[in-house]
């Protein structure tokens, strides 16, 4: 296969070309959330120009065209992460939704008293506090297995911690802070081993490799649209059918119901079961684009592309005298931490936006990982395949800058 054409594929994401503070965009936050390319933009605008109508109501042309789009886009996440079959695809809007179902549906009528969900110091705060949530209510306890100081999850701990009081393991696919990649086939073995569901949170992992549910072997697995060019509350849970099938709805109200009668109500079965109300229907037609979008380019090549630039920005930081790396995990995805000695996170990401670079700083949604490292914030850049070489260096050129202004 020819390597990616960056150039050409900037050309396909509108908002790449501004300039913010008459500065040319260096656009690094894309974990927090990604640009769109035309395709996505103009599926979204197209529905509400051509096909607006609401889902599964009506009989009219527009109603099926709306559930056509609607429905196509479980279809096209179905493949993309490889699910065997489309009933086991709930729409939602987004991983924060996806969790809490879980957390709602599957976790809260099975936990007792000393219980316990297991779960990772590095995860973000998603797949922290739904569990928290639910432990209150049901007695149970939340643990998390350690890291080490690569940012690399301590497996053998993990393991470890896999006891008979485990009843959900919850770990994400991808650190947002850090990058790291987590072997989660081989936590996935030793979770079913002890008969323990495994649930994945998958938010940064779908924006840049390609995901397989039943190779990794998990039981469940979430996703968010709009880190992986898709529009804003969009997004969606897998899990296994066995477990749908037992998991009673979380949200009730129209189109997930077969007969309501007030003596009692019998559910639609599953994905419908767990889509109360009017979906992001736009959003969903946004979603199809943006799988298209993603397998038009293939994993293969984005992967080569964003690795190398991952280890060319890296080595460039690390040029940069005071400057500390957290995450230095051997598998990692474009994802950079960073803190400039004697710099607050803040201040530093406010004169860079000043320089056109958008980079985040805070906790990021992960307090107990700032905790580890022993920092209330860092820096982070997150790179995305259609980001380039020469932004890098910019994005250094600006660090320095930004340096003479502070020190
Ligand atoms: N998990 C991880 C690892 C994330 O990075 C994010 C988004 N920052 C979420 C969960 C939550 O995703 P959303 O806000 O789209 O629901």
């Given at each position: 296969l020819p390597p990616l054409d960056v150039e050409r594929i900037r050309a396909d994401?509108?908002?790449?070309a501004r300039k913010v503070h008459d500065k040319p965009l260096i656009y690094f936050d894309n974990a927090n959330t990604g640009q769109k390319p035309r395709s996505v933009i103009e599926a979204v605008d197209r529905h509400y120009r051509e096909h607006n109508a609401n889902v599964a109501?009506?009989?009219h042309l527009l109603g099926e065209e709306a559930t056509a789009a609607y429905e196509g886009a479980r279809d096209a996440i179905a493949r993309f992460i490889h699910a065997?079959?489309?009933?086991e695809v709930i729409l939602t809007s987004g991983t924060t939704q996806s969790i809490n179902l879980v957390a709602y549906s599957y976790a809260l009528p099975r936990l007792k008293a000393g219980d316990a969900i297991l779960t990772t110091v590095m995860e973000h705060h998603a797949n922290i506090v739904p569990w928290q949530l639910v432990a209150e209510r049901t007695g149970a306890t939340v643990k998390a297995a350690p890291i080490d100081a690569n940012g690399e999850l301590i497996v053998e701990r993990f393991v470890e911690m896999l006891?008979?009081?485990?009843k959900l393991a919850c770990v994400t696919h991808?650190?947002?802070?850090?990058?790291t990649v987590n072997p989660i086939r081989e936590i996935a073995r030793e979770c079913r081993k002890r008969g323990i569901p495994l649930l994945v949170d998958g938010s940064q992992a779908a924006p840049h490799r390609p995901i397989d549910v039943q190779a990794l072997g998990c039981d469940f697995y979430a996703i968010t649209g709009h880190k992986m060019l898709a529009p804003t509350g969009t997004g969606a849970l897998w899990a296994k059918r066995e477990h749908l099938m037992a998991m009673p709805p979380f949200f009730g109200g129209?189109?997930?119901?077969?007969e309501v009668r007030f003596e009692g109500t019998v559910f639609a079965d599953p994905p419908h079961r767990?889509?109360?109300?009017?979906?992001n229907i736009a959003g969903f037609a946004g979603v199809a684009a943006a799988i298209e979008y993603l397998e038009g380019i293939g994993f293969d090549r984005l992967k080569a592309y964003e690795q190398d630039l991952l280890a060319y920005a890296t080595a460039a930081l690390e040029n940069l005298p005071g400057i500390r790396i957290f995450g230095r995990a051997k598998e990692k995805e474009p994802v950079i931490s960073f803190l400039l000695e004697g710099a607050h996170a803040n201040d530093m990401a406010t004169l860079l936006d000043l320089q056109g670079v958008a980079v985040r700083s805070g906790h990021h949604c992960a307090h107990p990982l700032m905790h580890f490292f022993g920092v209330p914030a860092t820096l982070r850049a997150s790179l995305a395949f259609y980001n380039t070489k020469a932004e890098v260096d910019g994005f250094v050129d600006a660090i320095g800058r930004v340096r003479k202004l502070l020190m």
């Open positions: 994401f509108p908002l790449l109501r009506a009989v065997p079959s489309r009933d006891t008979p009081e485990v991808v650190s947002n802070v850090l990058g129209g189109e997930m119901i077969r767990f889509e109360a109300g009017t979906p």
